[in-house]
């Protein structure tokens, strides 16, 4: 995919679903369309030269995609509750935590609209320096 300086972010993400294609590319656009409904002022960037971010009040999430995921990696997973499990990667540091999503497998909408709500939550608790 080539970035264009006057791309938008979420063009690119747009492009990236597109690029993508089949069962990766339906994941990334559930995803996204999940997380913007969680939360209608989450911004859209693109970051690390190809990485669809959500955020608001910092970093929300991350959407990768590689071969058998798409990954979900959400910043400041390790502070939040995760009452049905949805992560099941990066668990063994104190920060992140994220959620592989495989060919098959079904999203839970209810549960991850909370968490992307919970990550903002956090997010916005924090005191301004």
Known sequence: MI?????SPSRLIDARIAELGGWRGETLARLRSLI????????????????????????????EAYKAVVKTTFARGAALDDPVGLFDSSLEGNTRRAIDFRERDTIDADAFKALVRAAVALNLSRKVR
Do not use: F
């Open 3 to 7: 970035e264009k300086m006057d791309d």
């Open 36 to 63: 913007l409904e969680a939360d209608p002022q989450i911004v859209e960037e693109w970051k690390w030269r190809g990485v669809p971010v959500w955020s608001r009040g910092g970093i929300v999430c991350t959407g």
